[in-house]
T-cell receptor
Framework: NAGVMQNPRHLVRRRGQEARLRCSPMKGHSHVYWYRQLPEEGLKFMVYLQKENIIDESGMPKERFSAEFPKEGPSILRIQQVVRGDSAAYFC?????????????FGPGTRLTVL | GESVGLHLPTLSVQEGDNSIINCAYSNSASDYFIWYKQESGKGPQFIIDIRSNMDKRQGQRVTVLLNKTVKHLSLQIAATQPGDSAVYFCAEKFRAGGTSYGKLTFGQGTILTVHP
């Protein structure tokens, strides 16, 4: 049973370009979460999605960032016009449901470097 | 805003010793707590969890203690091994504004180094 998959693992972009990060949840999981981790810091929640719906985007920057989880295919975190401050590791997690004890399983992350 | 934090950023132990990693949380409404282990270049890996109606839970070589009076969480690792070397994060979950429990709030992390 494959775990959460993310690609690419490493992504280099120049300032002003777009970054697209992909996440395929574990089989049977319909809930996806995105987190950002700056160096030597904990993970910070960005957005929570179910299929075709954004449930909670309270951690998403208001501009340049967007996320989707279409009916078919992976979840996409999109960052437009990247800036150096966007350099971070972006982790995706998935779960079967969102009850209080439902475990979120994390992918290996995408490390974004903005030059 | 409310946050989860850690007392000690680094911890060095000898192989075979017991390790204790601490975490302070500030949200008294948190219902659920989780410890994750993160190795270099990898995503967080679930270790153990505990609900707020419990004060202790044991797993294989790990024990989590919850003290709601002082809002403190700890992870105990018995007979620590070099493979336990990693960053350990505590995380909490609470229902904000009547919404779902989707969001995890993470602490800063403690670096555990186990010397052979």
């Amino acid at each position: 049973n494959a775990g959460v998959m993310q690609n690419p693992r490493h992504l280099v972009r120049r300032r002003g370009q777009e970054a697209r990060l992909r996440c395929s949840p574990m089989k049977g999981h319909s809930h996806v979460y995105w987190y950002r981790q700056l160096p030597e810091e904990g993970l910070k929640f960005m957005v929570y999605l179910q299929k075709e719906n954004i449930i909670d985007e309270s951690g998403m920057p208001k501009e340049r960032f967007s996320a989707e989880f279409p009916k078919e295919g992976p979840s996409i975190l999109r960052i437009q016009q990247v800036v150096r401050g966007d350099s971070a590791a972006y982790f995706c997690a998935s779960s079967t449901t969102t009850g209080v004890t439902d475990t979120q399983y994390f992918g290996p992350g995408t490390r974004l470097t903005v030059l | 805003g409310e946050s989860v934090g850690l007392h000690l950023p680094t911890l060095s132990v000898q192989e075979g010793d017991n390790s204790i990693i601490n975490c302070a949380y500030s949200n008294s409404a948190s219902d659920y707590f989780i410890w994750y282990k993160q190795e270099s270049g990898k995503g967080p890996q679930f270790i153990i969890d505990i609900r707020s109606n419990m004060d202790k839970r044991q797993g294989q070589r790990v024990t989590v203690l919850l003290n709601k009076t002082v809002k403190h969480l700890s992870l105990q690792i018995a007979a620590t091994q070099p493979g336990d070397s990693a960053v350990y994060f505590c995380a909490e979950k609470f229902r904000a504004g009547g919404t779902s429990y989707g969001k995890l709030t993470f602490g800063q992390g403690t670096i555990l180094t186990v010397h052979p």
